[in-house]
């Protein structure tokens, strides 16, 4: 199953097993069989861009590999990679960037493997260069538009990490304003915090 956020929606692409025999759902989830041309897929799509008035959208085929590659087809993929950073007090970092509590991550240059980007651009975001890289967590997919409209799905994948630095260097040229460690219960807290839902996966994993 893929699980794909697009407008901050979740759009989950799953093998008809298990799943009805006729679209169902409701008028905030929609559940539907994919009809297996990509102009119906695009209509989704389209829908999830213009409001985030739905909760989830789910779409299935018999035909899985098919409902994928059509899905994939309407999309330029890049690739990125990023850490969950933990210091000796159990402590995640986290980063603050335009107005979103995320995690440090950035595009794999090419050459590059997922683990080896994921260390370097946490290295560049936040200035730590004593990572001890652990197990991949988890790899998530989000989309956007480009300036052209040009349609984009990215692909990050994210490692767990390990640190005894705790000294910070938010990286300004990425439009970073602040790079802070804080435990989950703090991080949950409090006011409520604007995050990406990807990141709460990867918290959660």
């Known amino acids: 199953m ?5 407008n901050e929606t979740p759009l989950l692409l799953k093998e008809a097993a298990g ?12 559940v539907a069989r994919y009809a297996g041309k990509p102009k119906h897929m695009s209509g989704y799509i389209d ?12 779409l299935y085929a018999e035909d899985y590999e ?4 059509d899905f994939f087809s309407l999309f330029k993929l890049i690739e990125a990679a990023g850490g969950l950073v933990l210091n000796p007090a159990g402590e995640i970092l986290f980063i603050y960037r335009r107005g979103f509590w995320d995690l440090p991550k950035g595009k794999i240059d090419e050459g ?5 980007a994921a260390v370097r651009e946490v290295h560049e975001e936040t200035g730590i260069k004593q990572l001890n890289l652990g197990a991949e967590l988890k790899i ?7 300036k052209d409209g040009r349609r984009i799905l990215k692909r990050t994948y994210w490692y767990r990490m390990k640190t005894e630095t705790l000294e910070l260097h938010p990286q300004a040229e990425e439009d970073i304003e602040e790079a802070i460690w804080m435990s989950v219960p703090v991080f949950f807290s409090g006011e409520k ?8 996966d990867v918290l959660r994993a």
Request: glycine fraction near 2%; hydrophobic fraction near 30%.
């Open 112 to 116: 590059e493997s997922p683990s080896e």
């Open 140 to 146: 998530t997919y989000h989309t956007y538009r480009e």
């Open 2 to 6: 893929y699980t794909i956020y697009i």
């Open 66 to 69: 098919k409902l994928v590659r």
């Open 193 to 200: 915090k604007r995050v990406y839902r990807s990141i709460l």
């Open 19 to 30: 799943m009805p025999k006729n679209s169902i759902g409701d008028a905030e989830n929609i």
């Open 47 to 58: 829908m999830l861009e213009k409001t985030n008035r739905f909760h989830s959208i789910t």
